[in-house]
């Protein structure tokens, strides 16, 4: 089930995130980049700061456990979308993809943009997003390859 993210969610969001950059991005990236992607240290408040500017929703596996979330800045920016690694292979990102696009729609988007990583091209490759540029961007004294990549929302339902 999808729903909206609330406030209680932040440190299973955090958590999620996390295991998703340091498990499941670890094969594309070096140990050094997904410490610096995702350090030990992530501030819960800040985090939370976010959802004052943005939408997200989570995916909750059973028993109420969280499996992912997606976030939408403005009506066209996908942001952050994270499957813990453990809900991986479960349509957990398409079904948070789709309620992210209903949600531009929703806000008269004609696109979504997002930059996607090295372990999440494919992923959005298959679910009709484009290459625009390969570019290389710097966190945490650590340089990373990501791809600006885009989707049309007209004419899809």
């Avoid at 079904?95 to 959005?124: I, K, P, V």
């Amino acid at each position: 089930m999808v729903r909206r993210l609330r406030q209680a969610d932040i440190p299973a969001v955090i958590e999620i995130f996390r295991a998703s950059v340091r498990i499941t991005a670890r094969r594309d990236y070096t140990h050094e980049q997904v410490m610096a992607w995702a350090p030990d240290h992530i501030d819960p408040a800040a985090w939370a700061k976010r959802y004052d500017t943005r939408q997200g929703w989570v995916a909750e596996a059973a028993g109420s456990q969280l499996a992912g979330f997606i976030e939408l800045e403005g009506a066209s920016h996908l942001d952050m979308l994270y499957v813990h690694p453990a809900q991986q292979r479960r349509g957990v990102a398409s079904a948070l993809l789709q309620q992210l696009e209903s949600a531009a729609r929703e806000l008269g988007a004609q696109r979504l943009h997002t930059e996607a990583s090295l372990t999440a091209r494919s992923f959005f490759e298959r679910r009709g997003f484009l290459l625009l540029a390969e570019q290389t961007v710097a966190l945490r004294g650590q340089s990373f390859v990501n791809f600006r990549m885009a989707k049309s929302l007209v004419g899809q339902a």
